[in-house]
Nanobody, 124 residues
Framework: VQLQASGGGLAQAGGSSRLSCAAS????????MGWFRQAPGKEREFVAA????????YYADSVKGRFTISRDNAKNTVYLQMNSLKPEDTAVYYC??????????????????WGQGTQVTVSS
């Protein structure tokens, strides 16, 4: 599956932005999808995930209550609605096909199934 992320750009603190990730190729609806982000000088971190089967959602504590992940299987697209943005949300955001490690409940992106990244900059 190929992933193409879009959206983002510049936003003000307290504002909103929405990211989209369009998938093509293999059957999108059978994959768990997620978003990660990487700020300058920091490691890439998990942001949110949505499962393929039930549409259950999972969030990092840092974005819980502010960000919403959703998917539209008919459009082969996953979204990340970001509200109440903070300067610390500034990062390059990546969508990915994800899996969950049962041993530690952490989410991981699957190699070869990452989007190209889209910049989100939040000004104070």
């Amino acid at each position: 599956v190929q992933l193409q992320a879009s959206g983002g750009g510049l936003a003000q603190a307290g504002g909103s932005s929405r990211l989209s990730c369009a998938a093509s190729g293999r059957t999108f609806r059978n994959y768990n999808m997620g978003w990660f982000r990487q700020a300058p000088g920091k490691e890439r971190e998990f942001v949110a995930a949505v499962t393929w089967s039930s549409g259950s959602t999972y969030y990092a504590d840092s974005v819980k209550g502010r960000f919403t992940i959703s998917r539209d299987n008919a459009k082969n697209t996953v979204y990340l609605q970001m509200n109440s943005l903070k300067p610390e949300d500034t990062a390059v955001y990546y969508c990915a096909v994800v899996r969950r490690d049962i041993s530690n409940s952490r989410w991981y992106g699957i190699d070869d199934y990452w989007g190209q990244g889209t910049q989100v900059t939040v000004s104070s």
